[in-house]
């Protein structure tokens, strides 16, 4: 184990985790129902919220995410950066799962599921567009979210920080091309405005207030005491996010839920395979597990607020490509809080099939972080 990933493990093996860590996926299960519930009670309010948006990037959902991954990016010391070239198999592991494996594999898993074993159970009009949405989520890696997952499996956060820059920048000129090859259409319109958008808004502005306040806290010599109050505040958001996103789409949910479940398997079933390929190749060439997480995760993930806009631009608002996107949108946290959950619990088997290589790349790992505790789910 390298000297960073032993660091983050014995910090997190040292603090003790609070009542609403504990029983985390619980309160994930809860607040799933309590936005259903809000959906069908409060529709108001919850329609309010849910036009509070731009370029179909919801406005309270961005704030929530920055709650999250603020305390999570405060931690990034960059004067070490230079040094994740090191993780270079970690890198071209993800890489590779993202944009050579997981588009092309979820397009398979909709030809074999939607038109084939479930057609006879859905509209025929809307199979082609169910199809086209389940391409577009998998089209794009997750640019906000992952550094909530890459914290709670106590990934490096220098190596997350990396990748997801590096697939920011690859998505750019690769997304359209890809979706394109997919869909057989000679014509992609990209939703620039909210690819964008969601770049500035996930990446750009947190990482500058969060890098601000870590040179502010520094100075001050409070910056792990400011890290610890902030960890609570990040588990509130996220279920925050979860209340919201399933009140804005609890009426899909009630008013279809047959053609819902119909779409989340092959959505499960990517998520799984991909996060499961990327952290099995990364112990086959000898990575790192705090990397291996990380790499797993967002390797899995989906850019979900690219996904939706996409398909309304391209399909229309009512259409079975819109509804596919959003199902990816309402799994998305529980499934990949149990990846985590995955991740964390089989760490001595991944630590164990290392011990058994040689691996001189291990010598002079990243310098020691400062890191929040994670939570094992």
């Not at 029983?23 to 509070?52: K, N, R």
């Not at 869909?183 to 690819?195: C, E, M, N, Q, Y």
């Not at 808004?201 to 500058?208: F, G, Q, S, T």
Request: net charge neutral; aromatic share 10%; charged share 10%.
């Amino acid at each position: 184990m390298s000297i960073q990933c032993e660091s983050i493990t014995q910090q997190a093996a040292g603090a003790e985790l609070g009542f609403f860590e504990r029983w985390l996926t619980l309160w994930v299960f809860l607040s799933i129902l309590a936005g259903i519930a809000a959906g069908q009670l409060a529709t108001g309010p919850v329609h309010l919220l849910g036009d509070l948006e731009i370029a179909q990037v919801n406005l309270p959902v961005g704030l929530l995410i920055w709650l999250m991954i603020v305390p999570m990016l405060m931690k990034i010391d960059f004067t070490a950066l230079g040094q994740v070239r090191r993780h270079w198999r970690g890198i071209g592991v993800t890489l590779f799962v993202n944009w050579a494996v997981k588009p092309f594999s979820m397009a398979l898993l909709g030809w074999l599921f939607i038109r084939g074993l479930f057609a006879p159970y859905l509209p025929p009009a809307q199979i082609d567009s169910y199809v086209a949405g389940l391409i577009l989520l998998a089209a794009a890696p997750c640019t906000a979210m992952v550094f909530v997952w890459s914290h709670l499996s106590k990934g490096e956060p220098l190596f997350t920080l990396t990748q997801v820059a590096l697939n920011d920048s690859i998505m750019v000129f690769a997304f359209a091309p890809i979706v394109a090859l997919l869909l057989g259409v000679a014509s992609i319109a990209v939703p620039w405005d909210t690819l964008f958008l969601s770049v500035v808004m996930y990446i750009v502005i947190p990482l500058a207030i969060a890098q601000g306040l870590r040179w502010l806290l520094v100075r001050r010599g409070r910056l792990d005491a400011v890290l610890a109050r902030l960890h609570p505040v990040g588990i509130a958001a996220l279920l925050a996010t979860l209340v919201l996103l399933f009140a804005f789409q609890g009426e899909a949910i009630l008013r279809q839920p047959l053609i819902i479940a119909m779409l989340a398997l092959p959505i499960l079933i990517q998520v799984y395979f991909n996060a499961m390929l990327a952290y099995w190749l990364n112990r086959t060439v000898g990575e790192v597990h705090c990397v291996a997480g990380p790499s797993a995760l967002i390797g899995a993930s989906n850019f979900f607020e690219l996904a939706v806009a996409a398909a309304i631009s391209l399909y229309g608002f009512q259409s079975g490509a819109a509804l596919a996107t959003v199902v990816g949108v309402l799994i998305e946290v529980p499934v990949m809080l149990s990846v985590v959950a995955i991740v964390n619990r089989s760490r001595g088997w991944y630590e164990a099939g290392l011990s058994r290589k040689s691996a001189p790349h291990e010598t002079g790992r990243l310098n020691r972080t400062s890191v929040t505790p994670g939570v094992d789910v």
